[in-house]
T-cell receptor, first 111, second 113 residues
Framework: AQSVTQLGSHVSVSEGALVLLRCNYSSSVPPYLFWYVQYPNQGLQLLLKYTSAATLVKGINGFEAEFKKSETSFHLTKPSAHMSDAAEYFCAVSPNNDMRFGAGTRLTVKP | NAGVTQTPKFQVLKTGQSMTLQCAQDMNHEYMSWYRQDPGMGLRLIHYSVGAGITDQGEVPNGYNVSRSTTEDFPLRLLSAAPSQTSVYFC????????????FGPGTRLTVT
């Protein structure tokens, strides 16, 4: 069985500060890992994905994530937060015949 | 290219009523799935399908039925709506190897009174 745990249901940062959203996974097979973003009243949009190639993955909007097998982690980072980054972020694990999501982390960006 | 479409966008049902949430994709993806999203619980998988004629249960299948007669369509049926089924429902389709990228519809907000 596969699962993900997102540490922190709410994260608040100041504009320009580092964004760090944490995700740990559990998987019995080599995982595919994903980060999605959801803006209010919208569907989910893929930010980036890890599919067993490079361990440092770059995504859209300046986000990146590093796959660390020893720590079973796939944390999402962005060097400098922007007001438009305020949203809910979901980590997800695959590649069996379903994709399992974490509970989500709501990111607030303060001016 | 419309991607994944869902209808309706909003729906209010009374307890005990039945309805079907529609989902269609035009990317020729074999894999499709239904999730429900509830505050603080992320997205939970209801049912999924790996191709026409093949469906299986996810984490929270009770109270829902699905069928997959074509590659394009994957409707979700609520048999007898309950207030606990008040949620936002997302349909998704996924590409195969090597990317396994999942595309989501815009969602259906369902309220059961």
């Amino acid at each position: 069985a596969q699962s993900v745990t997102q540490l922190g249901s709410h994260v608040s940062v100041s504009e320009g500060a580092l964004v760090l959203l944490r995700c740990n996974y559990s998987s019995s097979v080599p995982p595919y890992l994903f980060w999605y973003v959801q803006y209010p009243n919208q569907g989910l949009q893929l930010l980036l994905k890890y599919t067993s190639a490079a361990t440092l993955v770059k995504g859209i909007n300046g986000f990146e994530a590093e796959f660390k097998k020893s720590e079973t982690s796939f944390h999402l980072t962005k060097p400098s937060a922007h007001m438009s980054d305020a949203a809910e972020y979901f980590c997800a694990v695959s590649p069996n015949n379903d994709m399992r999501f974490g509970a989500g982390t709501r990111l607030t960006v303060k001016p | 290219n419309a991607g994944v479409t869902q209808t309706p966008k909003f729906q209010v049902l009374k307890t005990g009523q039945s309805m079907t949430l529609q989902c269609a994709q035009d990317m020729n993806h074999e894999y499709m799935s239904w999730y429900r999203q509830d505050p603080g619980m992320g997205l939970r998988l209801i049912h999924y399908s790996v191709g026409a004629g093949i469906t299986d249960q996810g984490e929270v299948p009770n109270g829902y039925n699905v069928s997959r007669s074509t590659t394009e369509d994957f409707p979700l049926r609520l048999l007898s709506a309950a207030p606990s089924q008040t949620s936002v429902y997302f349909c998704a389709s996924r590409s195969g190897s090597p990317t396994y990228e999942q595309y989501f519809g815009p969602g259906t907000r369902l309220t059961v009174t």
